[in-house]
Nanobody, 118 residues
Framework: VQLQAFGGGLVQAGGSLRLTCVAP???????????MGWHRQDQGKSRELVAT???????NYADAVKGRFTISRDNSRKRVYLQMNSLTPEDTGTYYC??????????WGQGTLVTVSS
């Protein structure tokens, strides 16, 4: 499966953005079982988990984003979303969409840059 992420941009602190990840080549029956997630990486820092959502729609969040970010999925459209509210400069980074299948094979999408100004 290939992943395409978009929706990043420049936003002021306190603002919101919604990131979208789409798997254009997938079909619903292959996309639905995937565990999907978002990671981020800022310059000079290691890549970190932001949020995941399973095929059963169980979600998991990094402590730093709990209560501010919401991950969701639309299997019929083969999309995963990351709604980001109350953004802070610490949320700045390149956000990557990731998919994991039942064999633990992981696919990374290209990143989308989020910049939060103070």
């Amino acid at each position: 499966v290939q992943l395409q992420a978009f929706g990043g941009g420049l936003v002021q602190a306190g603002g919101s953005l919604r990131l979208t990840c789409v798997a254009p080549g997938a079909i619903t029956s292959t996309f639905g079982p995937l565990e999907m997630g978002w990671h981020r990486q800022d310059q000079g820092k290691s890549r970190e988990l932001v949020a995941t959502i399973t095929s059963a729609r169980t979600t998991n969040y990094a402590d730093a984003v709990k209560g501010r970010f919401t991950i969701s999925r639309d299997n019929s459209r083969k999309r995963v979303y990351l709604q980001m509210n109350s953004l802070t400069p610490e949320d700045t980074g390149t956000y990557y969409c990731v998919a994991r299948d039942s064999s633990d094979e992981i696919v990374w999408g290209q990143g989308t840059l989020v910049t939060v100004s103070s």
